[in-house]
């Protein structure tokens, strides 16, 4: 490979989240690391790798000229985006006007509800469902109406079109957040499902919200299927959310994007956003992404995804030998497991609080499923170097699942 994931770099005191979280956090109160046991970061959704070095360069170069008043988007700016969702999402009739800047996709999808609908009014997701959706539905005054996802006979999330038909009649919803490839599970929808789950939104009048942040990171040679591709109706119901914060792990800078091709929406979904002054973008968070989408940024992503199917293979197939009465399912897309612990706690006589206590105890900073609306499992971020995710497994192996 050209490009390195093995490194293990220490990210303390460089304002990382993952590794340095507020005293407060669970992943930090209410325990003790054992001697001779560092952390290992497998909760928050972000790598521990170094990005593409396009990026810093296309940074550093800009922060040479000394002067960083007012700005509007560079022309690049559009035509890399443009030339990043043909190649890798085969999106051919994209244009500069169908594209807007968004200070993060959850941001997005706040101003793509206050057009969409009014505060009081249902909005259909799927379960589990993640928790930023969660958030920015209770904190914006919507209401979230669930339609889980199930397991089929050959173990494969799929979307009950039943269920969500009957709860967008019933209860008279018109817009809906779709997760696509959805977090937390990590499927990868195939173009049928989307189609069949858009028919469905159009025959009840529904808007859709899709979350495409997860688009990029597709493991085992998967390929996303944009929304808005499937039809001209879902073309024009949809608006999209994007970012190359999720891919190249770049939320700290703050940057992602709207697709939207209905004119009247996108105008509408513009002036939303206009109203704090909040919305605007950074001028390094242009360039970076100016940087991202290149042609190293195309490899060195198809690399990463190399190494994220890697590591969830061996996650899957260590919890599936070692660990008895552990649920999983392997993810298509997104670098997560989500580990059902249900039959494992009932055995043992534990709740998943203290599962999850003794995890921490020896490093292993893991996130709780109830937050997804998961009962009694937990979700893992496998994004680390393959060293440090076969030390994690071990740990639990050892030390948690079957500690004597």
């Avoid at 779709?178 to 173009?191: A, D, L, M, Q, Y």
Wanted: one cysteine or more; proline letters at 4%; aromatic letters at 12%.
């Amino acid at each position: 490979m050209k490009y390195d994931f093995t490194s293990i770099i220490d990210r303390h005191g460089k304002d990382a989240m993952a590794v340095d979280p507020a005293p407060d956090s669970p992943y930090r109160s209410g325990f003790e690391l054992r001697p001779g046991f560092d952390h290992i970061p497998m909760w928050v959704a972000d790598m521990n790798f170094a990005t593409v070095p396009t990026i810093q360069e296309a940074i550093i170069e800009r922060t040479k000229h000394p002067t960083f008043g007012y700005f509007r988007p560079r022309e690049e700016y559009f035509a890399k985006i443009i030339d990043w969702q043909k190649t890798r999402n085969g999106v051919t009739d994209l244009k500069p006007e169908n594209i807007g800047y968004e200070n993060g996709v959850l941001g997005g999808v706040t101003s793509a509800l206050r057009i969409l609908a009014s505060q009081g009014d249902k909005i259909l997701v799927h379960s589990p469902v993640y928790v930023g959706f969660t958030g920015v539905l209770k904190n914006n005054g919507f209401e979230a109406v669930h339609s889980p996802l199930y397991l089929d006979e050959d173990g494969v999330w799929r979307m009950d079109y039943e269920d969500m038909d009957k709860k967008l009649k019933e209860q008279k919803i018109h817009t809906a957040i779709f997760c696509s490839p959805h977090n937390p599970t990590g499927r990868v929808w195939e173009k049928w499902e989307i189609e069949k789950a858009m028919e469905v939104y159009a025959a009840n009048d529904v808007f859709v919200i899709s979350d495409e942040i997860w688009s990029d990171i597709l493991l085992d040679g998967r390929h996303h299927i944009p929304t808005q591709s499937v039809s001209e109706d879902a073309k024009q119901r949809t608006i999209a959310m994007y970012a190359p914060s999720k891919t190249f792990n770049l939320a700290g800078l703050i940057g992602s994007y709207h697709i939207c091709y209905n004119k009247y929406l996108h105008d509408r979904l513009l002036k939303e956003e206009s109203l704090s002054h909040y919305n605007s973008m950074n001028l390094l968070s242009m360039y970076a992404l100016i940087g991202a989408y290149t042609p190293e940024g195309h490899q060195w992503v198809d690399e990463l995804n190399q190494v994220l199917s890697e590591n969830v293979s061996y996650g899957y197939n260590f919890i599936k030998e070692h660990f008895k009465g552990v649920k999983i399912i392997k993810p298509q897309g997104t670098y997560l497991l989500l580990l059902d612990c249900t039959d494992w706690l009932e055995e043992h006589g534990l709740t998943i609080g203290e599962l999850l206590k003794k995890g921490y105890e020896v490093g292993v900073d893991w996130q709780d499923g109830e937050r997804f609306f998961m009962k009694n499992a937990i979700r893992m971020n496998l994004a680390l170097p393959l060293s440090r995710v076969q030390e994690a497994f071990d740990r639990l192996d050892k030390y948690v699942f079957n500690a004597e």
